[in-house]
């Protein structure tokens, strides 16, 4: 007990500094990143719909566009990320993006949109799953929900942020002699820019590398990655090796992307579309909302989704990761968002969209610690990459195809009804995957937990 202290005290200070040094910086990186690639939805109901003459189904194509471009060069990027470093890669991708960013304060028809937001797509492509394998090098997997989850809480805050900062831009109408829509677009790139600068100085590839590390700290570090992908590597199933064939071969990499599908899908079809939704409030239920109204309305379920998110993972990193974790928040997001449907007021409405906003939240930070579970080196570079872009494939298809739908039927019920029946896929999909790896300890003749069966 007496030797086990010294080493327990080296683990938590050295987790501690990791929590404060790199996440909140990559957390800032991942804000700015989802700010640019959803503020076409705030400068869509806002005059850009308007002026560009877009259609809902155009405007869901441009939307969904962007992931095409981001499919194109994900696994390259993240494998590109592996051998370069994160340092330079992500940097690099930063700043790539904050220049496209940049030019659709110019843009002037929806032909330049569609090829604006193909490129941003491309330029931002392998930020989101070069993000999480770098952190996942950082820390052991029983620190990572944790550590993911502090990650991801930038995503919702940066609608709960983001949506009031992009109304007060909106506002500053003829400022340079822009439309509104155009000065956000302007202000929200630029940070971009010059945070990718500053990741190049500041962020550090490994442990071994880190100066504000005591000896002890980077030791201990170093030697627990080791083990822990030595383990993985060793392991049986030919899947934990770490070769770029063996993400590609991997059953479970595979069904996990089908997973992420149905949670992303129920992200950006909340992300693209609620303000929208918002502003048919004013037709629907016969009221008028400023602008500042609007983006106050759209940040409401985000901020309660970054509380539970926050408990949620806490909850899974202090009594273990378990199947419910993920599956659970899948079951109640998928029955709950078309409910929406059917409120009587806005503030029902949003309140039941709230619930839809905790679940998907509250589950995709812990979803993502399960991959580096089996998967080390290249391949989960590969793997990550691999799943991420399932969920880029369910951000075009939720964009484009909630869009159409809301011009065919004439309402958002068939569009949201579709996300329901993905997110209770997701639900099944990942109960049966726990289900078909549980294994028997030889030992004691027990059965794994069947999220502690995916390693």
């Known amino acids: 007990m007496g030797a086990d202290a010294p080493v327990a005290a080296v683990e938590r200070t050295a987790i501690k500094k990791v929590s404060v040094r790199l996440v909140p910086f990559v957390a800032l990186m991942f804000f700015v990143n989802y ?17 560009l003459a877009l259609t809902a189904a155009q405007f ?33 991708i930063m700043v790539t993006w904050g220049i496209v960013s ?40 029983r620190h990572r929900t944790k550590i993911l989850g502090l990650f991801y809480l930038a995503q919702p805050l940066t609608t709960v942020l983001g949506a009031p900062l992009a109304g007060w831009l909106i506002g500053h109408h003829g400022l340079f002699g822009l439309e509104g829509w155009r000065v956000m677009f ?52 030919k899947h934990a090796k770490g070769d770029l064939r063996a993400a590609f071969a991997s059953g479970r990499v595979w069904v996990l992307a089908l997973v992420y599908f149905g949670f992303v899908y129920g992200l950006y079809a909340l992300a693209f579309f609620l ?45 273990g990761t378990r199947t419910w974790h993920v599956a659970g928040p899948a079951v109640v997001g998928g029955l709950s968002i078309p409910l929406a449907l059917y409120m009587g007021s806005p503030a029902a409405t949003v309140a039941v969209i709230t619930v839809t906003a905790c679940s998907i ?42 869009g159409w739908l809301k011009d065919w039927t004439g309402a ?18 990942m109960i049966w995957l726990s289900a078909r790896n549980r294994t028997a300890d030889p030992a004691s003749g027990t059965e794994q937990e069947p999220m502690e069966a995916l390693r």
Do not use: C
Request: hydrophobic share 55%; net charge negative; no cysteine.
């Open 412 to 429: 958002y019920y068939v569009p949201l009804y579709l996300v329901g029946f993905f997110m209770l896929l997701s639900a099944v999909l």
């Open 361 to 402: 939240f509250a589950a995709l930070p812990v979803f993502w610690s399960v991959p580096s579970r089996f998967l080390t080196g290249a391949a989960a570079a590969a793997g990550i990459a691999l799943i991420n872009t399932a969920g880029n494939i369910a951000g075009f298809a939720a964009s484009y195809v909630t």
């Open 102 to 141: 940049l030019l659709f304060t110019w843009v002037d028809s929806s032909g330049q949109l569609y090829t604006l937001r193909f490129l941003l797509g491309v330029a931002e492509a392998g930020f989101f799953p070069g993000a999480i394998l770098f952190l996942s090098q950082w820390v052991p997997s």
């Open 186 to 237: 302007l202000f929200v790139s630029i940070p971009a820019i010059l945070l990718g600068v500053i990741a190049w100085f500041y962020l550090i590839d490994k442990p071994a590398d880190a100066t504000w590390l005591t000896p002890e700290e980077r030791d201990w570090l170093t030697d627990e990655l080791a083990a822990e992908n030595a383990r993985k590597t060793g392991h049986q199933d």
């Open 60 to 92: 869901g194509f441009a939307s969904g566009i962007f992931f095409l471009g981001y499919i194109v060069l994900e696994v390259p990027s993240n494998m590109a990320l592996h051998r370069f470093g994160a340092r330079r890669w992500l940097a690099r």
């Open 35 to 51: 700010l640019d690639r959803t503020a076409v939805s705030f400068a869509e109901p806002n005059g850009m719909g308007s002026d």
């Open 275 to 319: 303000p929208t939704i918002i502003n048919g409030f004013q037709d629907q239920y016969d009221t008028t909302f400023s602008v500042m109204d609007k983006a106050w309305i759209t940040a409401i379920p985000y901020l309660p989704a970054a509380v539970v998110l926050f408990f949620w993972t806490r909850h899974a990193t202090r009594h």
